[in-house]
Antibody, heavy 113, light 105 residues
Framework: EVKLVESGGGLVLPGASLKLSCIVSGFTFSDYWMRWVRQAPGKGLEFIGEIKPDGSKTNYAPSMKGRFTISRDNAKNTLYLQMSSVRSEDTATYYC??????WGQGVMVTVSS | IQLTQSPSLLSASVGDRVTLSCKGSQNINNYLAWYQQKLGEAPKLLIYNTNSLQTGIPSRFSGSGSGTDYTLTISSLQPEDVATYFCYQYNNGNTFGAGTKLELK
C-alpha cells in the first residue's frame, strides 16, 4: 500500500522557521521526482517546488524562491520542506506528492501571532 | 504560464454532459493534467498529457485540447462527481488553475 505521511505542521509565529517532513512507503521513493504543493483555506492549489530523484536538482515556483528549500533523504524515504521567515500568507495545507501518481493527505500550517 | 479555468462554478444535473475549460496564457504543448478534489481530501489525478485517462478513473471522464485551450468532459454526470476540478500545466514551470467547483442542480 502506498503511503505518504506529512508531519511537522502546526501553529507557528510570523518570522519563524518550520521544517515539514513526508515519509513515503509502498513505492520506490528514489525513482521519483517529488513535489510540494500547498492550498490555502478555501483556495486553489499552488505549486511550491520539486526535487530530482537523486536530490541533485531542485526547481521552485518563482514566488517560492528564497524562503523555501526542498531536500530529501532517500535512505530514509523522506522528503523535506524547510520554510523560513513564514508569514500569514503561508497558512495552508501542505501536500507532498509525486504529482501524477501519489499524494499525501496534507499537513496544516497556521502562521499567526 | 497562467491558467484560467471557466466557469468558476458549474451547476448541473445527474446525467448531464459537463464541459470544463482551461486556457493557458501560452502554448502548453499538451502537457496538461486534470485533478478532482473532494472536500477534505487530497487531489486525485484524472487525466494527464491532455487526454490520457489515469488508471482506475471511470471512462465518463475525458480530456481534449491543444495549444492554449483544453477541456475536461464528463459524459454523464454522477452524484459522486461533485468536487472541485483543477487543471495543471507542466510544459513551462508548473502551475495550477484556480479551479471549477461542480455542484448538483
Amino acid at each position: 500500500e502506498v503511503k505518504l505521511v506529512e508531519s511537522g505542521g502546526g501553529l507557528v509565529l510570523p518570522g519563524a522557521s518550520l521544517k515539514l517532513s513526508c515519509i513515503v512507503s509502498g513505492f520506490t521513493f528514489s525513482d521519483y521526482w517529488m513535489r510540494w504543493v500547498r492550498q490555502a483555506p478555501g483556495k486553489g492549489l499552488e505549486f511550491i517546488g520539486e526535487i530530482k530523484p537523486d536530490g541533485s536538482k531542485t526547481n521552485y515556483a518563482p514566488s517560492m524562491k528564497g524562503r523555501f528549500t526542498i531536500s530529501r533523504d532517500n535512505a530514509k524515504n523522506t522528503l523535506y520542506l524547510q520554510m523560513s521567515s513564514v508569514r500569514s500568507e503561508d497558512t495552508a495545507t501542505y501536500y507532498c506528492a509525486t504529482i501524477f501518481d501519489y499524494w499525501g493527505q496534507g499537513v496544516m500550517v497556521t502562521v499567526s501571532s | 504560464i497562467q491558467l484560467t479555468q471557466s466557469p468558476s462554478l458549474l451547476s448541473a444535473s445527474v446525467g448531464d454532459r459537463v464541459t470544463l475549460s482551461c486556457k493557458g496564457s501560452q502554448n502548453i504543448n499538451n502537457y496538461l493534467a486534470w485533478y478532482q478534489q473532494k472536500l477534505g481530501e487530497a487531489p486525485k489525478l484524472l487525466i494527464y498529457n491532455t487526454n490520457s485517462l489515469q488508471t482506475g478513473i471511470p471512462s465518463r471522464f475525458s480530456g481534449s485540447g491543444s495549444g492554449t485551450d483544453y477541456t475536461l468532459t464528463i459524459s454523464s454526470l454522477q452524484p459522486e462527481d461533485v468536487a472541485t476540478y483543477f487543471c495543471y500545466q507542466y510544459n513551462n514551470g508548473n502551475t495550477f488553475g484556480a479551479g471549477t467547483k461542480l455542484e448538483l442542480k
